[in-house]
């Protein structure tokens, strides 16, 4: 049995839509968090205000570093890419801006 106590939760919204949305993300080694997504659950099924687990997202820093060419010698910059903890950040808004286009 695993106890995980670095935990932070953040609540976003998005651009079209204030509706927020819980992202707890979860530190399970300094290269690898998992993301997971809480929303208010819209079913008749369920009591008002109850909230689900949506989504679960696993961010790491092979991927980061994939996705801005850290560590290629053939990449030119003309500006820095975002930290590794404001990537994940930056995922977690991604996820949220997504649900409106569902």
């Given at each position: 049995m695993m106890i995980f106590s670095e935990v932070e939760t953040h609540y976003i919204n998005s651009n079209t839509d204030s509706r927020l949305v819980r992202?707890?993300?979860?530190?399970?080694?300094?290269?690898?968090?998992?993301v997971n997504v809480f929303d208010v659950q819209q079913r008749s099924a369920s009591p008002s205000g109850s909230f689900t687990n949506s989504a679960t997202?696993?961010?790491?820093?092979?991927?980061?570093?994939?996705?801005?060419?850290?560590?290629?010698?053939?990449?030119?910059?003309?500006?820095?890419?975002?930290?590794?903890?404001?990537?994940?950040?930056?995922?977690?808004?991604?996820?949220?801006?997504?649900?409106?286009?569902?």
């Open positions: 992202y707890d993300v979860i530190r399970i080694d300094d290269d690898t968090f998992v997202l696993k961010i790491t820093r092979d991927d980061y570093e994939s996705e801005n060419n850290i560590g290629s010698s053939s990449v030119v910059r003309n500006r820095m890419p975002t930290t590794f903890q404001n990537h994940i950040l930056v995922k977690c808004q991604q996820h949220r801006d997504s649900l409106d286009l569902a």
